[in-house]
């Protein structure tokens, strides 16, 4: 039997029109219509393959504003039992230092059967709105348990985890004890898609809800005014210009040639 949480995130969709705001320059998320990264599914969908296989129970949690709780609505309706949810406005603008410090507080009180914590925290490898992709790393070293990043594939057994990382030089196998924190790739699985019986199921499933005070994160070490990194300025995507045409009379390939090299391209 494995206690598994999976971190999960609220993120603009990437067919919206993504923007930062005019003062703070942090990301508008009221700005872009917001979903469940999918990342995320795919970390969700693997914690219940293995509650599936070995048992347990699936924790989801999050950190995000009130409408972060559509996002969790759809990871409790694929199958996860309940959620945690840090919903405080002092956490506007926090960067992966300041989030994952937040979460790791967060998981210290996450317990299940007999008080036990979880034995595996689930994430995906980078989110789509920030791409920083060092959270569950950050988290590691804060909990003091082991990592396994990046991974493609993934198994539980004896008390140890598992797992495949691909790179450009190759397939490398990863193995830790467990309790432990891993990320996963887009190639772990593909994900299901939520039953109607899930969909109503997970409306009357718990959703916990902490703020700072109740983690006991001192609001001044969080937030845009706390971050290690600043924005101070933005430009906006230039509109797209129409592209230049080549009418080919026998040496239309002269003149693409000479046109990529003009750009510098080749």
Known sequence: MTNIVVLIKQVPDTWSERKLTDGDYTLDREAA??????INERAVEEALLIKEAQGGEVTVLS???????????????????????????????????QTAWTLAAALGQITFENEEPADLIIAGNEATDGRVGAV?????????????????????????????????????????????IVSVTEKINEPRFPSFKGIMAAKKKEVIVYTLADLG????????????????????KPPRTAGERIVDEGDGGSKIAAYLVGQKII
């Open 136 to 180: 569950p790393a950050i988290i590691a070293e804060y909990l003091g348990i082991p990592q396994l990043t990046q991974l493609r594939k993934l198994t539980v057994a004896d008390g140890t985890v598992t797992g495949e990382r691909e790179t450009d030089e190759g397939v490398f196998g990863l193995e830790a004890s467990l309790p432990a």
């Open 33 to 38: 219509d917001a979903v469940l990264d999918e």
């Open 63 to 97: 950190a995000g504003p009130d409408r972060a709780t559509d996002a969790i609505r759809k990871a409790l309706s694929m199958g996860a039992d309940k959620a945690v949810h840090i919903n405080d406005p002092a956490l506007h603008g926090s960067d992966a230092v």
């Open 217 to 236: 994160v001192d609001p001044e070490t969080v937030g845009v005014a706390n971050a290690g990194t600043t924005v101070t300025a933005s430009t906006p």
